[in-house]
């Protein structure tokens, strides 16, 4: 039988990767942090497709951001423990600003306890969704939700341009201009409004996992916390009154450029992580 022709099946896991020891070096805040206590818990999700002899894993990692050496390192163990090839596993981060530095970038040097305890734990969450593997069905859908990420970047006027760091007035376009500001002109690109979703079900109908995508780049939280995709999970997860061992998951669009803010309006100052997450959840 052809694999495509063959049962789906199933299984997702989500393992805990909240450190339980402090301080820690927390990276993207331009300048090196130390987090001494958990905001809300970190996770690596995974989810397990086979059909026939073709099996694949994702998996999407709380974390701001992983070097190529670690995750090669936690899909030898996968592939070691499942047979499933690394080069069929995708892994990602969730790029929350409020985790443990898996790497060196952005300001702040590597948290070396937390990136070695980590590509096992990433492994493992694979590991167990693969032991879940169960008949699914599998469906998908996307939206384009222009309501939540907008361009956060910005060109500034003839004039009115910035001072770079050798004290020339050179910068013509920046992050975050403030709201209605009227020293600049247009955003520096588009939007990818694009909400797509995957969704997971036992071929009973029992739901198994769902997988969202959505380019927008964080919220705001402090440290260590998992930002707005810990959020929707816990929310969507909620409203659908999920099974125990349901995995939901937000993984991170293209949206280097992206954030909640429009800043082409006034600032909404009652806005809070959890408003804010309700709505894409809606």
Request: aromatic share 8%; proline share 7%.
């Amino acid at each position: 039988m052809h694999p495509l022709l063959a049962i789906l099946l199933a299984g997702a896991a989500q393992i805990d990767i909240t450190p339980t020891w402090f301080p820690l070096i927390i990276n993207c805040g331009m300048l090196e942090r130390t987090a001494t206590s958990v905001s809300a818990p970190l996770y690596a999700k995974a989810i397990v497709l086979q059909q026939g002899n073709l099996k694949t894993a994702i998996v999407v990692v709380d974390s701001c951001m992983m070097p190529r050496e670690l995750i090669d390192e936690a899909k030898a163990i996968a592939e070691k423990s499942t047979g499933i090839p690394a080069n069929r596993q995708l892994i990602s981060a969730t790029h929350t600003h409020f985790a443990p530095a898996a790497m060196s970038c952005l300001g702040s040097s590597v948290d070396e306890r937390y990136a070695k305890w980590l590509p096992a734990k990433l492994a493992e969450a694979i590991i167990e969704a693969n032991k879940r593997l169960t008949p699914a069905r599998i469906g998908s859908a996307a939206i384009a939700d222009r309501e939540h990420t907008f361009v956060r970047s910005f060109i500034y006027r003839a004039g009115k341009e910035l001072t770079d760091p050798f004290g020339e007035k050179s910068v013509r376009a920046n992050m975050h201009p403030g709201h209605e500001n009227p020293d600049v002109t247009l955003p520096t690109g588009p939007v990818d409004p694009t909400l797509t979703v995957l969704a997971i079900q036992s071929d009973k109908g029992q739901p198994i996992a769902m997988l969202a995508n959505y380019a927008m780049h964080y919220f705001n939280s402090k440290p260590i916390s998992s930002d707005y995709a810990g959020v929707f999970a816990r929310q969507f997860e909620q409203r659908i009154n999920a099974p125990k061992d349901f995995v939901a998951i937000m993984s991170q669009g293209t949206s280097g450029d992206l954030m909640y803010m429009d800043y082409s309006k006034p600032a909404n100052k009652a806005l809070t992580i959890e408003t804010y997450t309700s709505g894409i959840v809606d």
